[in-house]
């Protein structure tokens, strides 16, 4: 198959040529053209393009990109769970149990990461508390890294509280069997993940 393409590059002077059909600049070499004209905007009229500085060599190639392989999740933002196991669903790594309020005795999974609390969307719904944000009330974080827990109030209108001490700023660290005020909902915390186990170490308990 013919080449095609052309592989068009400047002379120190300023001169474009095809460096597939010429070893040096033949515009140079004849004379033709003076070191100020482009000789591709000569004639009719074409306007001016922009030279490289005389003493420059920068040589552009003019080849077809296509992009490889681009798949469907181009410019979306994916969270990875670093303790679940390959292919496996989030493992669960601590809960919240409802023991005061509307929905007294219900458990919420807790899952690595964010986990956002709302009355009607989020990670943890706790519905039929009516004192509790539609949505992003608060969050509980799961750090892996760290193996540690946190809570922090997000868009919520009420205060939020842990052992009956308001959460300011950041948020605060939680520790097992914390009791959390949301709204009219008191919850208990009970992490499953910490120093003692990880799903990152294979499920292994130590001791």
């Not at 590059?9 to 300023?14: A, E, L, R, T, V």
């Not at 140079?28 to 060599?57: I, K």
């Not at 069997?177 to 799903?199: A, H, M, P």
């Amino acid at each position: 198959m013919a080449e095609i393409l052309q592989k068009i590059i400047s002379c120190p002077k300023g001169h474009y040529y095809d460096a597939n059909q010429y070893d040096r600049c033949p515009l140079c070499a004849s004379g033709t053209f003076p070191e100020t004209e482009d000789p591709f905007s000569s004639g009719n009229g074409g306007g001016d393009r922009p030279r490289e500085q005389p003493g420059r060599n920068f040589s552009n190639t003019i080849d077809p990109l296509t992009p490889t392989n681009p798949g469907n999740n181009m410019g979306k933002t994916q969270f990875v769970d670093v303790d679940a196991p390959a292919g496996a669903p989030a493992p669960v790594v601590g809960w919240l149990v409802a023991v005061d309020g509307p929905c007294r005795g219900t458990d919420y999974r807790i899952h690595t990461g964010y986990n956002y609390i709302g009355r009607e969307t989020g990670d943890i719904r706790i519905q039929g508390d009516a004192a509790i944000s539609a949505e992003k009330d608060a969050n509980v974080t799961y750090v892996p890294q760290t193996k540690r827990f946190y809570i922090a109030h997000e868009l919520g209108k009420n205060v939020l509280l842990v052992n009956d001490l308001p959460v300011i700023g950041g948020g605060v660290e939680l520790h097992n069997y914390d009791r959390i005020t949301i709204g009219n909902t008191k919850l208990l915390f009970v992490g499953l993940c910490g120093e003692q186990f990880s799903w990152a170490d294979g499920g292994k308990t130590d001791g």
